[in-house]
Every structure is written in structure tokens, then in C-alpha cells.
């Protein structure tokens, strides 16, 4: 979007700026008062804030049109929840804004979905869009029994509490901005990127690619193709699990681009350690596979058995490769996962919660069964 | 590419909006869920956190944060039907006089006014009374 890019440096925060003031005006219009309400000039002081940040957001963090659907859908579920999100602080119908809300809980849940967490989706849906919605509707319905003024049409201080709220928005996402590649990468700011992962989105892919290959070089019929097949695995691996490669001037490879295991030698959590031993583990394979297979296709006349030999322990390359490549992914079955930590490693906090519920539990009762209050 | 950076936004977003809500609304209910939709917010962050990494710890968190707040919505339930068996209302500035000691009451420029009291639906009556 060049349209709020007037100038090209410097413009970043001016264009947050823009946005956080034009949405802290939105909401100082749209909210409920007697005098001075403005539905109309607040419904557009929001779309265009909607619109200058949303603008900021691609220019800053990045719209590459990769993964289609699942940009789609990111933008359709943030885009409902913000969008309900308004509606709902808005709005002067408690009962409405209830309903609004229900819908801001539907669409954060399909974000989970899109950060492969079902299990909280589904725990979500059930907790806030069930329960906690019913309760408060049957609430709300309690409170129209009396006589009623009219308090759900004022608000306290419209304006300061828009621009605190607007404010902190702003000055997370200037922090936000501070860490973001784009800013790293123009501002000539001190590196300062969030930690990386341990197995990078380019080493995956190119591990999974690596494992393709092997999967054809362990079906070689004969020397010949297998000699094919693997002349340039060991360049291919440098990189990655750092060896050192076959030719020490071949062009690439001396790059700053660090190993897996040289980058997680100083981890310290037990995760990460457990990644950079098992990349060290491929390494100690990969020179052992590939002297293996040099020795038995440099030979005159390797035997058939020496052939297969090597074919077999190229797929055991092949498997460890598969398994590096998947760490650093969160595990496809997430409701088996997500009950195996809580039982193992959070196994003290679940029983703390499940306390919390108690006390709670019993607070509630005692808190609203009071009695000597007129009813 | 839809980076960690994208679910901060929206999460801080959330926050914001919540925030705005809780510091200008009036109805207990309202600002009730005005917090809810800041917890929500930050499990975004979390979730977005833990799928950066590849752990599962994000999504424990967030577990943790529902489980509070579902505790903690039952005992708001329970404060909010106290409050309003006492004072029937739900407007957060009807009880100026548990507010903190020295700080000036805050009041509304224009008084409340009494809105029509919204009538029980009447059901038309059918068929025979019963001799």
C-alpha cells in the first residue's frame, strides 16, 4: 500500500501514529453518551483506522501471497474479531454486546485453529460461547426486571479512556516494529530479531528435499546411478548439520549461514538441547553413510552386497533426515500432546488449577448464597 | 507468509480494544467481558509464541489462562447478583461508596435519567377455562 507511504524513511511511525489517533477518535465518537455521539463520523474514523493500520501491518511484517488459504483465512478470522470487537465496545445493549462478543470468541478460535491448537479451539468454544455467554444473557435478563435508567448510554471519559487504550496499542506495536525483520533489515538497528527457532523453515525444507533424494539414491540398481545420486548429498548437508564440505573453496558454503548444531551450542533448555544432539548424531551419519558409499562405488568391481549395503544405510539417512526435518513442529496429534505435557511436565500446575476451580467454586456459592439481604 | 508478527497484531489489538472498553464502559457485565477479550488476546500471543517454537508449552498456558478465567467469571457472576440484589443496578457508578478512601466521588454532569420500563410480554388467552 504506497498510498500512506508519502515518504520512503522515517514514515513507519508517523503512519502508526496516524492510526493509533484516528482510532482512539473513532471510539471517542462511537461511544455511548447523551450529547455529542456520532455514529456516522466514528463508523469512519474506524474504517480508515482499520484501514492505515491494517496497511502498516502488511508493510511492516510482510504480505508475501504464499499460502493462500491460510492467508485468507488469517485475514477473514482477525479481520471478524477486531471487527466484532468494536462492535461490541460500542454498542450500548449489554445483551448486543454479549452477542457481539460470542462472535469475537468464534473468530479468535479459528485463529487457533490456523496455530494448529484444536484442542483450545474446541475447549474455548465450549467454556466462552457456552457457558459464559448463557450465564450472562440469563443475567442481563435478571437486570430488566427493575426500573431502569439510563447508564449503558454514558460512558466515563470517552476520549481519555480511548486514547489509553489506543496509546498502549500503539506502543505495542512500535515494539513490535522495533523487532520486525523489515526494521531490522532498513533502519540499521542492532540485530535484535526474536530467538530463532531451532530448525529454520529453509533447513526443513531443504531436509525434507534432502530426504527425497536419498529415498532415490537408496533405490539405485547399480554404481553407476548410485554414484549419481550422492555425489553432492555431502555439499548439500554442509550447511546444514555442519561438516566441512568436499571442495573448502566451493563458493556458498563459507557464508556466515550457521549449522544447526553450531547455533544451538550455548541452549540451555532441555528441548533445544535434545535438537542440537540429534543434529550432531546426523552428522556423525552422514560422514559415516557417505564414506560407506564412496568406498563401495570407488571400488572396480563392488559386489552386490557392498551395493546394497549402502543403499540400506542411505535409508537410515534417510529416516534420521525425516526426523530432524520434524523437529521444531508442533506434533500432528495435538489432543494426545498437549494431554501428555499437561500430565508430565505441568502435572503441578494442572493440580494448582484444579484447586483455583475449587476455592472459586466455593467463593461463588458464598459470595451470592448471602442471606439477610432483601431480595 | 502470515509471520508471528501478524497473530501479535491482532492480539495486541484485542488488548487494546478491551482496554478501551474496560476503562470507558459502565455495565459490570460489559467491562466483565471487556477483560475476557483481553485474556483472549494474550492467549493469541501465547499460541502464536508456541507455534514459533514448536512447543507445546504455549498451548498449556493458554489452557491455564481459560481455566482462570472461567474461575474467575464465576466469582464476578456471583459479585455482580450481590450488587444488584442490593443496589438494582448494574452500573459500575452506583456504588460510589466503596470507592477508594480520599479520591473525589465521580459524578455524572447530567443526572440519570428513569428510561420506560420495558412491559412483560402479555400472552393472548386460548381456548376454554377449565370448569
Not at chain 2, 90 to 96: I, P
Request: overall charge neutral; some cysteine; aromatic content about 8%.
Amino acid at each position: 500500500m504506497n498510498l500512506f507511504a508519502a515518504t520512503p524513511s522515517g514514515n513507519a511511525v508517523s503512519q502508526l501514529a496516524t492510526g493509533v489517533v484516528l482510532g482512539a477518535l473513532a471510539f471517542y465518537w462511537l461511544l455511548p453518551r447523551p450529547k455529542g455521539r456520532s455514529v456516522a463520523i466514528g463508523t469512519f474514523a474506524a474504517i480508515a483506522a482499520a484501514v492505515v493500520l491494517t496497511s502498516w501491518v502488511v508493510r511492516q511484517f510482510g504480505d508475501v501471497a504464499k499460502d493462500t488459504v491460510g492467508q485468507a483465512l488469517f485475514w477473514l478470522f482477525s479481520a471478524g474479531a477486531i471487527f466484532f470487537a468494536a462492535v461490541f465496545v460500542a454498542q450500548r445493549n449489554p445483551a448486543r454486546g454479549a452477542i457481539a462478543f460470542a462472535f469475537v470468541i468464534v473468530s479468535v478460535c479459528g485463529l487457533f485453529l490456523l496455530l494448529a491448537a484444536p484442542f483450545l479451539m474446541a475447549a474455548t468454544i465450549v467454556i466462552y460461547a457456552g457457558a459464559i455467554i448463557v450465564t450472562f444473557l440469563f443475567v442481563l435478563m435478571l437486570s430488566h426486571t427493575g426500573p431502569m435508567s439510563d447508564e449503558n448510554d454514558r460512558s466515563r471519559e470517552p476520549l481519555l479512556g480511548s486514547l489509553a487504550g489506543f496509546a498502549f496499542l500503539g506502543l505495542v506495536l512500535f515494539a513490535l516494529y522495533q523487532s520486525s525483520p523489515a526494521a531490522v533489515a532498513d533502519g540499521g538497528r542492532p540485530d535484535q530479531k526474536l530467538p530463532a527457532r531451532p530448525v529454520t523453515a529453509e533447513e526443513r525444507a531443504e531436509l525434507l528435499a534432502l530426504a527425497k533424494d536419498l529415498e532415490l539414491a537408496s533405490v539405485a540398481k547399480d554404481k553407476d546411478e548410485l554414484q549419481e545420486r550422492t555425489k553432492d548429498l555431502r555439499d548439500r548437508f554442509a550447511d546444514i548439520v555442519g561438516i566441512p564440505p568436499s571442495a573448502p573453496d566451493a563458493g556458498h558454503h563459507d557464508s556466515a549461514a550457521a549449522s544447526i548444531p553450531d547455533r544451538l551450542a550455548l541452549a540451555r533448555d532441555p528441548q533445544t538441547i535434545a535438537i542440537a544432539r540429534q543434529a550432531e548424531e546426523l552428522r556423525t551419519l552422514v560422514r559415516q553413510t557417505l564414506n560407506q558409499v564412496e568406498n563401495a562405488t570407488l571400488k572396480a568391481n563392488p559386489t552386490d552386497v557392498e551395493i546394497s549395503a549402502a543403499a540400506k544405510s542411505l535409508g537410515n539417512l534417510r529416516e534420521k533426515s525425516m526426523l530432524l526435518a520434524g523437529r521444531g513442529e508442533l506434533p500432528a496429534r495435538n489432543v494426545t500432546a498437549v494431554g501428555h505435557a499437561l500430565y508430565s511436565e505441568y502435572l503441578i500446575a494442572v493440580e494448582l488449577a484444579g484447586t483455583l476451580l475449587l476455592v472459586a467454586t466455593i467463593g461463588a456459592v458464598a459470595i451470592a448464597n448471602r442471606k439477610g439481604v432483601t431480595a | 507468509m502470515i509471520t508471528v508478527w501478524h497473530y501479535l497484531a491482532v492480539g495486541a489489538a484485542l488488548f487494546g480494544l478491551g482496554l478501551v472498553g474496560f476503562l470507558t464502559r459502565r455495565n459490570f457485565i460489559t467491562m466483565f467481558l471487556c477483560a475476557e477479550m483481553m485474556l483472549q488476546g494474550v492467549v493469541l500471543n501465547l499460541l502464536a509464541f508456541g507455534k514459533m517454537h514448536g512447543d507445546l508449552g504455549g498451548q498449556v498456558f493458554g489452557l491455564f489462562i481459560v481455566t482462570v478465567a472461567a474461575c474467575e467469571a464465576g466469582l464476578a457472576l456471583a459479585l455482580f447478583l450481590t450488587l444488584y440484589r442490593r443496589g438494582k443496578t448494574l452500573d459500575s457508578g452506583a456504588w460510589q461508596s466503596i470507592r477508594e478512601a480520599k479520591l473525589p466521588a465521580s459524578v455524572d454532569v447530567d443526572p440519570l435519567r428513569q428510561t420506560r420500563e420495558i412491559p412483560d410480554p402479555v400472552l393472548t388467552p386460548a381456548g376454554r377455562r377449565p370448569a
